[in-house]
């Protein structure tokens, strides 16, 4: 994907399935919520398998260990191995066993999934700041990791051990609605310490380097519902990425995002894995996706037609994209995502 503005969408003739050798799947938000199946996705990505696609799926959920993320999707009809399961927990590991000795001990803030990463790269995972660990690392603990755990992570923190966070999403997305993520756990230690912690999780480097080293993608597609992880891990990573809207973007956010938070491809939910993606036309001062056009007036996003939503949507991304160069689009698009049901 070229680093310059994006200033539209791109298409496809193909289906984004035979286009790309490899879905590199979000799975909060993406393929379930609240541990529930999103509604598609297990017959979509049943189909994309069938047609010869690797799936394959990236979390900055770090709570889970690859077994028992595997084996929930199984359950919800998506047979998986542990070995198709790439978490924030794994990439966390291999950049803290890069920087400490063989064997080390390493304070863990977090879930089981913190644990056997560790122990897969030869460290041993602590429970005290008073074990002499030779590093802090956090992950999501869940709803029910107790207060006392940030207390024991900045005691070793304001000693000068050095911290890590397998991510700093704020929010995660739950069947019951929006909850604190595991960036909102990390500003308690921050705020306690005025330390930084090194970061492996999406968006950053040392996410996509695991994802690509564990599955050997080739013509990988980014598949998330995140604009500030999925979307811009993917820009980083240079690889091509499709935005589904069942997770916390919503196309408010979409319209306004800078270019690094600009998806190839954007669709309402895995279906759109499965078939091509309109192209976006330039049409007179303003552009043209199926039955849509839409262009930037003095204030506001204006669009007209009819047709499939996500053509509409597509085509305000041009307009608003285009208006907002390398910046944020300001302009109002409230009528226009209205008339389109967003």
């Not at 927990?89 to 001990?105: C, D, F, M, T």
């Not at 000693?159 to 890590?164: A, E, L």
């Not at 309402?268 to 309109?278: E, F, K, V, Y």
């Not at 085509?315 to 208006?323: I, N, P």
Request: hydrophobic share 40%; with cysteine.
């Amino acid at each position: 994907m070229s680093r310059s503005v994006r200033t539209r969408p791109e298409g496809s003739g193909q289906a984004l399935s035979e286009a790309y050798d490899t879905a590199l799947l979000d799975l909060d938000g993406v393929v379930y919520a609240g541990g529930n199946a999103i509604a598609y996705a297990v017959e979509s990505l049943a189909t994309a398998r069938a047609g010869g696609m690797h799936l394959a799926y990236v979390t900055n959920n770090a709570l889970r260990t690859p077994d028992a993320v595997a084996g929930h999707l199984t359950e919800l009809g998506i047979p998986t191995g542990a070995d198709d399961v790439i978490t924030s927990a794994q990439a966390v590991a291999r950049l803290i066993s890069e920087q400490v000795p063989a064997g080390a001990r390493v304070l863990v803030i977090g879930g089981e999934g913190l644990r056997v990463a560790l122990r897969e790269r030869g460290l041993e995972p602590v429970e005290s700041a008073d074990d002499d660990p030779a590093a802090v690392v956090q992950g999501f603990g869940g709803p029910d990791l107790p207060w006392g755990r940030f207390a024991e992570a900045s005691y070793a923190v304001a000693r000068g051990v050095p911290w890590f966070a397998s991510n700093t999403d704020l929010t995660i997305p739950s069947g019951r609605g929006i909850a604190p993520g595991n960036g909102a756990a990390v500003q308690v230690v921050r705020i306690a310490t005025g330390a930084e912690p090194q970061v492996a999780g999406k968006p950053l480097p040392p996410m996509h380097r695991e994802t690509i080293l564990r599955t050997g993608a080739e013509r990988p597609l980014v598949v998330g519902d995140r604009l500030d992880t999925d979307i811009e891990g993917a820009f980083n990573g240079e690889v091509d990425s499709l935005l589904v809207l069942t997770g916390v973007t919503d196309g408010a956010q979409l319209l306004a995002a800078p270019p690094q938070h600009r998806p190839t491809y954007v669709d309402s939910d895995l279906r759109g894995m499965l078939t091509g993606q309109p192209e976006v036309a330039v049409d007179g001062d303003g552009f043209r996706c199926g039955g849509w056009t839409a262009s930037a007036g003095a204030e506001s996003l204006e669009l007209a037609g009819d047709g499939e939503t996500m053509d509409g949507l597509r085509a305000l991304c041009a307009a608003a994209w285009t208006a907002a160069g390398d910046g944020s689009c300001e302009l109002d698009g409230g009528k226009a995502l209205a008339r389109l049901g967003l």
